[in-house]
């Protein structure tokens, strides 16, 4: 009687375990050396979950930026990432890039984290790109332009927000063959705070259409090739 308790308490430790590797095994993780390897090649994503600020303030190059901390923000700039491309995710330290692993491992995306962080990314000598310390457009500057020219497009964006890369193909088609001819006035949504500030521009990408100096036209958002001609010639 002794010997079969035993053995069904190894049998259910061995099972207790087998589930626990099972669950642990599927979130990839990399140290700052495989990792830095992994991201040259192509076909690939790189999201920073950091904090605008942060991210600001040196971040691995061509990398995307949503912010952990702010759900609805990294909703809504996640939900343009491609879940056919691996996804190449850090934070500071690998606290924050855990949970976001997590969550989009969740909706069957493939999800790789960096050991440590970007702390453990510097502590290797690797290399990071931004520092903050880029020249704002003046308002004064903004205004100008604006009252300039008898049509600006005003493209509200990052290098480093997934929606914003989405649209840079539409943008280009626009550009080449305009339905109507424009001035195109890029605002950088890292960097221009107060022109951004004086617009009420809260997400991004935003597009503004100005005709003669006033407003006729904005959309925050993905736009399609279509909604911008019809705006232009409206």
Same mark, same amino acid.
């Given at each position: 009687?002794?010997?079969?308790?035993?053995?069904c308490?190894?049998?259910?430790?061995s099972?207790i375990?087998?589930?626990?590797?099972?669950?642990?095994?599927?979130?990839?993780?990399?140290?700052?050396? !495989?990792?830095k =390897? %992994?991201?040259?090649? $192509?076909? &690939?994503?790189?999201?920073?979950?950091r904090?605008?600020?942060?991210? #600001? @303030?040196?971040?691995?190059?061509?990398?995307?930026q949503?912010?952990?901390?702010d759900?609805?923000?990294f909703?809504?700039?996640?939900?343009?990432?491609?879940?056919?491309?691996?996804?190449?995710?850090?934070?500071?330290?690998?606290?924050?890039?855990?949970?976001?692993? !997590?969550?989009? =491992? %969740?909706?069957?995306y $493939?999800? &790789?984290?960096?050991?440590g962080?970007m702390?453990?990314?510097?502590? #290797? @000598?690797?290399p990071?790109?931004?520092a903050?310390?880029?020249?704002?457009?003046?308002?004064?500057?903004?205004?100008?332009?604006?009252s300039?020219n008898?049509?600006?497009?005003?493209?509200?964006?990052?290098?480093?927000?997934?929606?914003?890369?989405?649209?840079l193909?539409?943008?280009?088609?626009?550009?080449?063959?305009?339905?109507?001819p424009?001035?195109?006035?890029?605002?950088?949504?890292?960097?221009?705070?107060e022109?951004?500030?004086?617009?009420?521009?809260?997400?991004?990408?935003?597009?503004?259409?100005?005709?003669?100096?006033k407003e006729?036209?904005?959309?925050?958002?993905l736009v399609?090739?279509?909604?911008?001609?019809?705006a232009?010639?409206k």
């Open positions: 009687m002794k010997c079969k308790f035993c053995i308490l190894f049998l259910m430790a099972f375990m087998s589930c626990a590797q099972t669950s642990t095994s599927s979130s990839e993780v990399l140290n700052a050396a !495989a990792f =390897e %992994a991201i040259t090649t $192509k076909n &690939i994503q790189v999201l920073d979950v904090t605008a600020t942060e991210f #600001n @303030g040196g971040h691995i190059k061509h990398a995307l949503a912010n952990w901390l759900q609805k923000e909703a809504d700039r996640t939900q343009h990432l491609d879940k056919n491309l691996p996804v190449y995710v850090y934070c500071q330290a690998g606290g924050r890039s855990a949970s976001a692993q !997590a969550a989009l =491992e %969740a909706q069957g $493939k999800v &790789i984290n960096l050991e962080g702390s453990n990314w510097k502590m #290797n @000598g690797f990071v790109e931004g903050g310390n880029k020249a704002q457009m003046r308002v004064e500057d903004f205004d100008k332009t604006i300039s008898k049509i600006v497009l005003v493209d509200i964006g990052a290098d480093w927000c997934p929606p914003c890369r989405k649209m193909p539409v943008l280009e088609t626009l550009k080449q063959k305009p339905s109507a424009f001035y195109f006035l890029a605002v950088d949504g890292g960097e221009d705070i022109v951004m500030k004086s617009l009420k521009s809260e997400g991004l990408p935003t597009f503004i259409l100005f005709k003669n100096g006729t036209w904005r959309h925050q958002g399609t090739l279509e909604e911008f001609n019809a232009l010639n």
